[in-house]
């Protein structure tokens, strides 16, 4: 009998016991929570790690690239020293010429200067003085010497009759003009154009190109025998323009300000040709010898004559003033080889 009465403490213990179940659950979940937390540091851990390991890796490739285009221009360095070595084998008479103009110097910015200074100095401004002048330039302005060794490649491959850096580099006028070119542009630009148009003075009377220092030359850049070349001084070429003798990128003088062509890149411009006015020559386009141009040329046209028209693929020109903008270049234009 005293089995089936209904006990409240025995109740109340009983329930006392199923409350302290749920409590020791509810910690034991707790329990599990804080035992996972260091496992969510671990990630967050992780992923700050994966992050820092593709900044190191994009570092890396960034590095690898900058040694490889070193290592590419110093190879020209070095190519243009062993080309020098052997024309002392080939030719002992020139030994002296190619140990003064290039094995005894230590970097191409030293001989470069030395060559362009033994050319432009003259009894009033002496070789020493323009050296030092150009070399500090040279060594100062990486983006000038990474624009010469382009014009040193583009020279090379351009011209079948260049063989080799050193025959570039020593003896071709186009190449030497266009490089105290580029450190007359980089004096003018830093406000000393008393100076800058002295170089422009000289290089005008030693090698018959007159390129004012205010134009703006690309990279990869050819004048083809260079003789007569003018170029006004809001010129701006491309990069791997390539410009023949006697060529003229003037003005119409009738204009103030900007008042010279706009070349673009890949631009091939022959002989006796004349661009006029503030007019664009655009990418790829050719220009055919004797050619007088005075209105735009579109990308990948070819245009000659004077005045100078497309060259259309039915043998019929179009005057460029008349030609409508929608015309369509691979149905208009042709190459001429």
């Known amino acids: 009998m005293a089995s089936c009465v209904d006990n409240p403490r025995t109740r109340t213990k009983a329930k006392s016991n199923d409350d302290s179940d749920r409590s020791h659950g509810e910690n034991s979940a707790s329990n599990d929570m804080e035992l996972d937390l260091p496992g969510i540091h671990n990630l967050a851990s992780c992923i700050d790690l994966n992050k820092n ?38 030719e002992p008479v020139l030994s002296d010429y190619y140990s003064s103009s290039i094995l005894s110097h230590n970097s191409l910015e030293s001989a470069l200067a030395n060559q362009l200074s033994v050319k432009l100095s003259s009894s009033s401004v002496p070789k020493n003085t323009l050296f030092d002048l150009f070399l500090g330039v040279l060594e100062e302005d990486e983006e000038v010497m990474a624009a010469v060794k382009d014009d040193l490649r583009a020279v090379k491959e351009a011209d079948p009759e260049c063989t080799s850096y ?8 186009g190449f030497l003009a266009c490089q105290a070119h580029r450190v007359a542009h980089k004096l003018w630009l830093q406000g000393r154009k008393a100076l800058a148009g002295l170089i422009q003075s000289r290089v005008s009377e030693v090698f018959a190109v007159d390129i004012h220092p205010g134009a703006q030359i690309g990279r990869g850049t050819v004048l083809d025998h260079a003789t007569g070349v003018v170029m006004g001084g809001t010129v701006v070429l491309g990069n ?14 009738k204009d103030y300000g900007d008042r010279h062509p706009k070349i673009g890149d890949g631009v091939l411009i022959g002989p006796w040709t004349k661009v006029l006015g503030n ?16 209105n735009e040329v579109p990308p990948r046209a070819t245009a000659g004559g004077n005045p100078a028209r497309l060259i259309c693929g039915n043998g019929n020109p179009v005057r460029l003033d008349h030609m409508h903008s929608s015309t369509r270049i691979d149905q208009t234009s042709r190459i001429v080889e």
Request: glycine share 6%.
């Open 279 to 294: 007019v664009r020559i655009a990418e790829d386009a050719k220009i055919e010898a004797g050619s007088v141009v005075l």
């Open 240 to 253: 791997n323009v390539t410009i023949s003798h006697n060529v003229t990128l003037g003005g119409t003088g």
């Open 166 to 173: 050193v025959h570039c580099f020593l003896n071709l006028k």
């Open 53 to 90: 390991q593709e900044k190191q890796n994009e570092t890396c490739r960034i590095l690898i690239a900058e040694s490889e285009e070193e290592r590419k221009e110093d190879e020209i360095w070095m190519e243009l020293k062993e080309e020098a070595s052997i024309g002392v084998q080939e």
